[in-house]
């Protein structure tokens, strides 16, 4: 079946690491995908990852990827006060066309 | 600003009446989606085309809905004799196939409050 589940919310201190974690279904998923949404803004891709990898580092950003347990997770370092949002995660279900996404995780920095 | 854009962004109607939402994707982009987010959600995979043709729905989409993408440019998305159940944000994204990573580029979506 198709399902994400995401923890729904986070809140750290500014300066500290943000973890993000994501598990999802599909096996076949070419590609594993953080979408963030801003108040008020669309959707945008924040960073993706390729189904055989297990680690991306996109400056402060690192997706790690464990297709056994299919477990995703986005960490943020140095966390800033604009990095406050819903970060959604999504996998490319049935290898390609449409994302399903997950509930989102609601991110809080307080300074 | 070449980005996808959707139109109305905000809709107010009663309960019955029908609406008509409009999506123009990137123009380079042959793939087009709709979906639907509810507050506290994720988006919900509604319909995608590629080109003109609508290759997939979901089974949740009702058939008070329909969507047309008639010259596989910009999409429609009607929905008919609405109820407050439909009160969500309508987003739209595009995308292009044979693009390596697959991502959905989106919208800022369409609010609808159904009264």
């Known amino acids: 079946g198709e399902d994400v589940e995401q923890s729904l919310f986070l809140s750290v201190r500014e300066g500290d690491s943000s973890v993000i974690n994501c598990t999802y279904t599909?096996?076949?998923?070419?590609?594993l995908y953080w979408y963030k949404q801003e108040p008020g803004a669309g959707l945008q891709l924040l960073t993706y990852?390729?189904?055989?990898?297990d680690m991306k580092q996109d400056q402060r950003l690192t997706v790690l990827l464990n297709k056994k347990d299919k477990h995703l997770s986005l960490r943020i370092a140095d966390t800033q006060t604009g990095d406050s949002a819903i970060y959604f995660c999504?996998?490319?279900?049935?290898?390609?066309?449409?994302?399903?996404f997950g509930q989102g995780t609601e991110l809080s920095v307080k300074p | 600003d070449t980005g996808v854009s959707q139109d109305p962004r905000h809709k107010i109607t009663k309960r019955g009446q029908n609406v008509t939402f409009r999506c123009d994707p990137i123009?380079?982009?042959?793939?087009l989606y709709w979906y639907r987010q509810t507050l506290g959600q994720g988006p919900e995979f509604l319909t995608y085309?590629?080109?003109?043709?609508?290759?997939?729905k979901s089974r949740l989409l009702s058939d008070r809905f329909s969507a047309e993408r008639p010259k596989g440019s910009f999409s429609t998305l009607e929905i008919q004799r609405t109820e407050q159940g439909d009160s969500a944000m309508y987003l739209c994204?595009?995308?292009?196939?044979?693009?390596?990573?697959?991502?959905?580029?989106f919208g800022e979506g369409s609010r609808l409050t159904v009264l």
């Open positions: 994204a595009s995308s292009l196939v044979g693009r390596v990573t697959g991502e959905l580029f």
């Open positions: 599909d096996s076949s998923s070419t590609y």
């Open positions: 990852i390729f189904s055989n990898m």
């Open positions: 999504a996998e490319s279900y049935n290898q390609g066309g449409k994302l399903i």
């Open positions: 123009s380079e982009h042959n793939r």
């Open positions: 085309f590629q080109n003109e043709a609508q290759l997939e």
